[in-house]
């Protein structure tokens, strides 16, 4: 949720803290910090706002500081403003630290430090950390005891990083739950919460487990467990580069990402579907003899990643039959859902991070459930505690709205679908070969949705008065539905509701009056004729329509205000295809009501905090 940096052995550790920073900003934006080593003392200015808040106030920073942490937050505990920025100091002000994450029990560590005299600034549930480690260092322990005293006790998730005027080239990291990455340069040594705040510096990056502890140096660096046992660095592998992170010419990333989704969806494909040669999903840990063992699916996910895995369940039922679950992660984990070995369930989350998702995975590995993870991160958590890691090669994504790894998160629930039902013999050979071909065609015809990008932008321009919006589908149109209300909400802030089309007339069919706008999901299917009288029931009543329908489909176009076209696919292939219209739609009328589309309000990008 929060973004982390921290730097030692750098000539200006202000300036690369600052540019990691930037780059952390979509993690967590509702304030930012820095605190530097200065000469025996620590230097911490802190701002709430954006990073340009933060940027305009280190103006009188020590010159030439070589050692330093900094932090964006996105606020749990606490109001978003100066006093409860990180870095967080002890009572002497020499120890500052950042975390990323939630300390469960800080209520009760803070009563027991206030009564041993410790006094708080901020009403954050982080300060206690600080506090704790300082009464550690009070007995005689060096900073890494005091840390790993400190964590030992602390409830819930954190990424954490600590400096302390007494030892000025040290930086103590450590996580649970919340990831935190670590990098080694010519004599520096990096933190961070994730990749691309340390890219800037240096590609030698090496992951950090749960419960295990960083000693960064300028010249060298030591990972060791909580209990103390060493561990070796684990390099980790790192396919970005710092141009793909950066907007490419376009206004905003998310634009840019969605411009993306024929190379993110090409990519998703390579070398799994290959016409003429087959399917293949060797790279991925799975197991053909288990796989041919399930009896039921479960897939798990979070906002638009769980919109993806609902679409994907209609194509593995009905290519496999074998029975889908689909569950909000936050869901799944508490209602007690029956797994066993024979049970496949199916991690969904771009970032890998997300913690209701990593909790649900581990929730279905301690009933022994075999657990397939599709994110985009690779190495992320869910990726390495997964059984088997299926990747969604997108590239990075940094606007908060997900788009493009949306759309690779559906294809490679395809090809897994596919998979499953070659393995299972569901499929002839000829209707597998088939599918792979118009799997194939998708990145091209992604492209030519695209083109009809400055038409969608009129006609959002022409919704832009309007404040509540109906989405409707039926089939694989309805989690298209879903995610088409969902981008609204989340960037245009604007009322969207998404709706199965013939659950309208069970009670929503009531809000709809002259000037409701609904948003259909019509292309071609074997449902589109009852979708279409269930427009016609709207339309009755007033509301002006907006369509997506299938190129050359001329009744569906009669009965839309608007039109929005996408090329005739396979009916389950579709939702890659229609659920575009709906983000340039959403896209184009939160810029025509002047938001920040990469930032939107009361987001992070990724939730990691339940
Ligand atoms: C999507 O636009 C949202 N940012 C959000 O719903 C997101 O999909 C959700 O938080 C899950 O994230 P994940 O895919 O990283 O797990």
Not at 476 to 489: F, S
């Amino acid at each position: 949720m929060c973004g982390i940096i921290g730097v030692t052995g750098s000539a200006d550790a202000l300036a690369v803290i600052m540019e990691g920073l930037s780059r952390l900003e979509y993690r967590g934006y509702d304030s930012a910090g820095v605190a530097l080593q200065d000469g025996g003392k620590v230097w911490t200015r802190r701002r709430a706002g954006k990073l340009a808040e933060l940027v305009e106030a280190v103006g009188d920073a020590p010159a030439r500081a070589t050692a330093g942490i900094g932090h964006t937050r996105w606020a749990t505990h606490g109001r978003p403003d100066d006093r409860n920025a990180h870095p967080h100091t002890d009572c002497t002000g020499r120890l500052a630290i950042v975390h990323n994450g939630i300390i469960e029990n800080h209520a009760a560590l803070r009563a027991e430090l206030e009564g041993t005299g410790h006094t708080f600034a901020s009403d954050t549930d982080t300060e206690v950390l600080a506090h704790l480690i300082e009464s550690h260092l009070d007995v005689g322990m060096d900073l890494a005891a005091a840390v790993r005293a400190t964590l030992a006790v602390a409830q819930g998730a954190f990424a954490v990083a600590v400096i302390h005027a007494g030892d000025p080239d040290l930086i103590v990291a450590s996580r649970r739950v919340s990831p935190l990455i670590i990098g080694r340069a010519d004599g520096l040594g990096l933190v961070g919460s994730d990749i691309p705040a340390l890219l800037g510096q240096t590609r030698e990056l090496y992951a950090v487990d749960d419960d295990q502890l960083v000693e960064m140096r300028a010249d060298s660096f030591r990972i060791t467990t909580l209990d103390g046992a060493e561990v070796e660095p684990r390099p980790l592998r790192v396919d970005w580069d710092l141009e793909q992170a950066e907007k490419g010419g376009y206004d905003d990333f998310m634009l840019k990402e969605i411009h993306e989704q024929p190379r993110a969806v090409a990519d998703t494909l390579l070398g799994r579907v290959t016409p003429g040669v087959g399917l293949s999903l060797d790279q991925t840990r799975l197991d053909d003899g288990e796989l041919r063992e399930i009896d039921k699916v479960f897939i798990v996910g979070c906002g638009t990643s769980y919109y993806a895995g609902l679409a994907a369940k209609y194509a593995i039922e009905h290519w496999t039959r074998l029975p889908v679950e689909i569950d909000i992660a936050s869901e799944f984990r508490y209602r007690d859902p029956v797994l066993d070995r024979n049970t496949l369930v199916v991690g969904v989350s771009q970032s890998g991070e997300t913690v209701d998702t990593l909790q649900a995975m581990r929730h279905a590995k301690r009933w022994k459930a075999k657990v397939l993870v599709i994110t985009n991160v690779v190495d992320s958590s869910m990726a390495r505690e997964g059984d088997a890691v299926l990747y969604t090669r997108a590239g990075p994504e940094i606007g908060v709205a997900a788009t493009k790894t949306h759309l690779a998160q559906l294809v490679a629930m395809e090809v897994l679908a596919l998979y499953l039902a070659q393995l299972r013999g569901t499929l002839y050979p000829d209707e597998i070969n088939d599918l792979i071909h118009q799997l194939h065609r998708l990145p091209e015809d992604i492209a030519r949705v695209l083109e009809s990008n400055d038409h969608i932008e009129a006609v959002a321009e022409q919704c832009k008065g309007v404040r509540d919006f109906f989405f409707l589908g039926r089939h694989v149109g309805y989690p298209v539905a879903l995610e088409g209300a969902l981008k609204l909400k989340e960037i245009a802030y604007l009322r969207a509701e998404g709706y199965p089309a013939g659950e309208l007339k069970h009670g929503p069919i009531a809000l709809i009056e002259e000037g409701t706008v609904v948003v259909g999901v019509a292309n071609r299917g074997h449902l589109l004729d009852k979708m279409l009288s269930n427009v016609a029931e709207v339309r009755a009543r007033g509301a002006s329509v907006v369509l997506v329908s299938t190129e050359g489909d001329e009744a569906t176009a009669a009965l839309a205000d608007h039109v929005l076209t996408v090329p005739d696919s396979h009916e389950l292939f579709a939702p890659v295809l229609t659920v575009i219209p709906l983000q340039l739609f959403a896209y184009h009328l939160a810029k025509a009501r002047g938001n920040d589309v990469d930032k939107p309000r009361n987001l992070a990008k990724t939730v990691t905090v339940e």
